[in-house]
């Protein structure tokens, strides 16, 4: 069983940055493709970013070029880094970890942009 664990979201002004963090409780975690995703009320859940274990990342085209995900092997530990935040990224973030068909995810963490 894997448990992933959100932190560093809150409110910030429009034009601001967040960086989430994603702690996973499993020693294999370097071998779980990892991701982002987000719901805002009303909406379906949607992927922000993703990140192989190889390190190769892919992204929603709402956040190109203002998020920027990585991840610590060592660490267990995996991050976004987002930037030139809009209001319609608020949002529940949640983190997502895949394994040969095995899918696990986190409690989520609010993200609110003020505008």
């Known amino acids: 069983q894997v448990q992933l664990v959100e932190s560093g979201g809150g409110l910030v002004q429009a034009g601001g940055s967040l960086r989430l963090s994603c702690a996973a409780s499993r020693r294999i975690f370097s071998r779980y493709t990892m991701a982002w995703y987000r719901q805002a009320p009303g909406n379906q859940r949607e992927l922000v970013a993703s990140?192989?274990?190889?390190?190769?990342?892919n992204y929603g085209e709402p956040v190109k070029g203002r998020f920027a995900i990585s991840r610590d092997n060592a660490k267990n530990t995996m991050f976004v880094q987002m930037d030139s935040l809009k209001p319609e990224d608020t949002a529940v973030y949640y983190c997502?970890?895949?394994?040969?068909?095995?899918?696990?995810w986190g409690q989520g963490t609010q993200v609110t942009v003020s505008s």
């Open positions: 997502n970890a895949w394994l040969l068909g095995q899918e696990y």
């Open positions: 990140i192989t274990a190889g390190g190769r990342a």
